[in-house]
């Protein structure tokens, strides 16, 4: 069965304090691997997506990068305003393959 | 110019009461989803039609029946409302690239 863990489960920064959030899965043939921002009491919003190892992506101050076994979620000089649960999925080759989600990482930017 | 919508944001019902979440995307997709967020903040897929045609059906009870009168449409009923029905609701719809475009979500609380 597909798998995906991120970590941590949570991560405090503070303004301008760059790190970077885990995503690391299991699947049986990846057809693609995707990260969502989800905002409280909003739905998840799509990011990025990655297809095979060495791929990245960049987006703001965002930037996804993807291996055999994880991805990352590099955020260089966080706001505020990133503050946001991070959700990762991954897709297993097939058509009518599911996503399947992390747990997500808990994001808290402080000014 | 809303893309994926969903209605009611809210609904609140007594145990036992039958209700529906409607659905509905702008976006030209073929594909469409409904997933269930509980309260750990956990997405996990319940259906998914391609065209009008039920193509995945995860172990959800039969309580649950999705409806889908064309291909921007996908409505989900639920008979029998139970406590542990309470939920957020989401419905998704997908692109070719596999990427996934979610509605804001249906708070659904069971008193």
């Known amino acids: 069965e597909d798998q995906v863990t991120q970590s941590p489960e949570a991560l405090r920064l503070q303004e301008g304090e760059s790190s970077s959030l885990n995503c690391s899965y299991t699947?049986?043939?990846?057809?693609?691997l995707f990260w969502y921002r989800q905002d409280p009491g909003k739905g998840p919003e799509f990011l990025f997506t990655l297809y095979s190892a060495g791929e990245e992506k960049e987006k703001e101050r965002l930037k996804a990068t993807l291996t055999k076994k994880e991805s990352f979620l590099h955020i260089t000089a966080p706001k505020p305003e990133d503050s946001a649960t991070y959700l990762c999925a991954v897709q297993a080759s097939g058509a009518n393959s599911k996503l399947t989600f992390g747990k997500g990482i808990t994001l808290s930017v402080r000014p | 110019d809303t893309a994926v919508s969903q209605t009611p944001k809210y609904l609140v019902t007594q145990m036992g009461n039958d209700k529906s979440i409607k659905c509905e995307q702008n976006l030209g997709h073929d594909t469409m989803y409904w997933y269930k967020q509980d309260s750990k903040k956990f997405l996990k897929i319940m259906f998914s039609?391609?065209?009008?045609?039920?193509?995945i059906n995860e172990t959800v009870p039969n309580r649950f029946s999705p409806k889908s009168p064309d291909k921007a449409h996908l409505n989900l009923h639920i008979n029998s409302l139970e406590l542990g029905d309470s939920a957020v609701y989401f419905c998704?719809?997908?692109?070719?690239?596999?990427?996934?475009?979610f509605g804001p979500g249906t708070r659904l609380t069971v008193l």
């Open positions: 998704a719809s997908r692109n070719g690239g596999g990427s996934q475009y």
């Open positions: 699947v049986s043939g990846l057809r693609g």
């Open positions: 039609y391609n065209n009008k045609e039920l193509i």
